[in-house]
Every structure is written in C-alpha cells, then in structure tokens.
C-alpha cells in the first residue's frame, strides 16, 4: 500500500484546512487509518484513527472538537478536517494505514504503511 498525503500549507491562526490522504491498492476498505504528526525537536504523536468499518473514531484531547477524520472508501482516500487551527498544530502530518479490519490504533506501531508527510504551519 502507497499512501500520499496532500492538502498541508501555510494559514493563519483560526483558519481551517483538509489534509487527504490517498491509498493505492483495492484494499483500503479493510484498513484502519490514523493520522499522525510530528513538530520539530517533538516526538511523532497521534492525533486520530479510524477504524475499517468506520465505526470506531479516535482522537487526541488536543484536536478533540477541532479535527475530524473521515474516510471515503470508493476514493480510497481518508480526510483530516482542521478547524480552529493554532500554532501548536504547526507539524508535518502523516496518514498510515493498519491492515487486518482491526479497530482504531493509538500509537504508530500499530500501523503498517505510512505517507511521506504533508506540512502544516499555522502562523500566529
């Protein structure tokens, strides 16, 4: 599975943005997906996942009312709305992928496959 990230970039504080995430393969609907991101000098830290059915979501307390991940399956692509976006959020942000129609997962090692990252700088 390939994953490409797309949709990061320059905005200010307030503002929104949708980071995609496409998978190849005609699988994907059997994979939970999680996002992820790291800050520079920070450790990579989880911001939500998704189970395969869809029926499990997950969050980080600090995106928690303010993200919201979804997944289109006939697109093979899962979403990560930002809202309210503040500088913290400032971070590379990388999709992954967890095989085996398993639930939501909480730490990358969970996950199989991951994207190359898409930047997001919130300026202040």
């Known amino acids: 599975v390939q994953l490409v990230e797309s949709g990061g970039g320059l905005v200010q504080i307030g503002d929104s943005l949708r980071l995609s995430c496409q998978a190849s393969?005609?699988?994907?609907?059997?994979?939970?997906m999680g996002w992820f991101r790291q800050a520079p000098g920070k450790e990579r830290e989880f911001v939500a996942a998704l189970s395969w059915s869809g029926g499990s979501i997950d969050y980080a307390d600090r995106v928690k009312g303010r993200f919201t991940i979804s997944r289109d399956n006939a697109k093979n692509t899962v979403y990560l709305q930002m809202n309210s976006l503040k500088p913290e959020d400032t971070a590379v942000y990388y999709c992954?992928?967890?095989?085996?129609?398993?639930?939501?997962?909480?730490?990358?090692?969970?996950?199989?496959?991951w994207g190359q990252g898409t930047q997001v700088t919130v300026s202040s």
């Open positions: 992954a992928a967890r095989q085996g129609r398993l639930g939501v997962g909480l730490s990358g090692g969970d996950y199989d496959y």
């Open positions: 393969g005609s699988t994907f609907s059997m994979y939970a």
